[in-house]
């Protein structure tokens, strides 16, 4: 399990994370890097990289293989508007949507996993939603590794369309803010705190705009079929069973920085996974700002270091001195 970052000469340098013959590398070139600038927007890629990092190499263990996380091309592709071949007369909008990313997920049960976290780009603007416990059946006490008991419940979502669907799922969207919110698929609350609508689905949405209650309504019918695909029989993924909110989280205090932000959310849940969602979830104080403002910095670094380890580790396979951090033989 060891994984670094290769680099092929040519017209510009390119490094992939990780390398063959792993599977769903990221390719990240010099141009990718050039958005780690300062007042630069983040790309696809390294949204896509450092997320990938994050599950592979830096998270608990415990919280990695409890999620899943997809790449930030597949909301995209999801509320796309259909393609000329498509045919939106005798199939509904959710299967055709549904077709769209059907294989993104044949490797894996989203509804083994706790946490789904989805990068999603609006506008211009980056936030994160992360779908909890979306397979749970109902409410249940369950021991968490290096976490005290907490009892849970079961999942739910909304609805919505694209292209003449837009304005059905425009009718119910919010008067978001750039704040954040929670919206989970089961129910999931301490035992120190007043359980929270138990029978119900969260998903947790950070660095919002007002496409909040259409992005949930998206997912419920993407949840619903991908259930009758992966499950067989059907589930009830309604709005009546789906709660969604703006959680408060730290938020950017310029134009440029919502995908550092967006990475962040993701690093600190994975690091201590959210578990009291008494609303509003006040998570203020989750990270200081100045350490989304290193951020930049602290990508770069990253990625020269895993160059310059697969550079370095060439032709010194046998070497004995070599020193373990994480997943990462150096």
Known sequence: GSYNVSMATGPGLEWTFPPPPCKG??????????????????????????????LVQKAPRSSAKRSHVFSSFFYKQLTRRDNANEDSTSTPAQLRRHQRVRTWTRHVDIFEKDFLFVPVNQEAHWYLVVVCF?????????????QDSVQEGTETSSDSMVGSENQEASRHHSDGDKSSGIASSSSFASECLSNFASSQFHCLVTCMRACFSACLYFFSRYLQVEWEVKRGGQRDFSAERMVGSHCRVPLQDNSSDCGLYLLQYA????????????????????????????????????????????????????????????????
Not at 26 to 50: H, P, Q
Not at 134 to 145: F, K, N, S, T, Y
Request: aromatic content about 10%.
């Open 267 to 330: 690093e600190s849940f994975l690091q201590d996974p959210v578990v009291h969602f008494d609303l509003p979830l006040r998570l203020e104080c989750w990270f200081p700002r100045q350490q989304v403002r290193e951020k930049r910095e602290e990508i770069r670094d990253l990625v020269l270091h895993l160059y310059r380890f697969q550079q370095g580790s060439l032709g010194n396979e046998g070497s004995e001195d070599k020193i373990e951090i994480g997943n990462v033989v150096q």
């Open 134 to 146: 979306p397979g749970m059946d109902e409410p249940q006490l369950m021991e968490r590794e290096g």
């Open 25 to 54: 590398a990221i390719t990240v070139t010099t141009e990718d890097l050039e958005c780690l600038d300062s007042g630069e927007f983040l790309n696809d890629v390294i949204i896509d990289f450092y997320l990938k990092y994050l």
